[in-house]
Nanobody, 127 residues
Framework: QVQLVESGGGLVQAGGSLRLSCAAS????????MGWFRQAPGKEREFVAA????????YHADSVEGRFTISRDNAKNTVYLQMNSLSPEDTAVYYC????????????????????WGQGTQVTVSS
């Protein structure tokens, strides 16, 4: 069992930046591929970014490509999401998730692939 706790959300003006963190406990994070998802009011949860166990492979949704960057520090058991050039359309609750992975270079974009989820952190971007 792994527990995930997100932090770093808040209110920011359009064009600003935030860095979200996802701290894991209970298990070594290097055993898991990690992902970030978000859910805006009235919308379904959507994929944002994913990273392999080793950190060697990354993937970002088209909607955030070039603005957001996922990274991880396995020594700190933490995954990050650096968000730049934020727009009101990025307003959502952001969730990190962990997926049991047999391959150190695999990542996953589907929410069904993830076994553990954090409670979420609110990001609000004002215009």
């Amino acid at each position: 069992q792994v527990q995930l706790v997100e932090s770093g959300g808040g209110l920011v003006q359009a064009g600003g930046s935030l860095r979200l963190s996802c701290a894991a406990s209970g298990r070594t994070l290097s055993n898991y591929a990690m992902g970030w998802f978000r859910q805006a009011p009235g919308k379904e949860r959507e994929f944002v970014a994913a990273i392999s166990r080793s950190g060697g492979r990354l993937y970002h949704a088209d909607s955030v490509e070039g603005r957001f960057t996922i990274s991880r520090d396995n020594a700190k058991n933490t995954v990050y999401l650096q968000m730049n050039s934020l727009s009101p359309e990025d307003t959502a609750v952001y969730y990190c998730a962990a997926a049991t992975s047999s391959g150190s270079y695999l990542y996953y974009t589907g929410s069904g692939s993830y076994n553990y989820w954090g409670q979420g952190t609110q990001v609000t971007v004002s215009s």
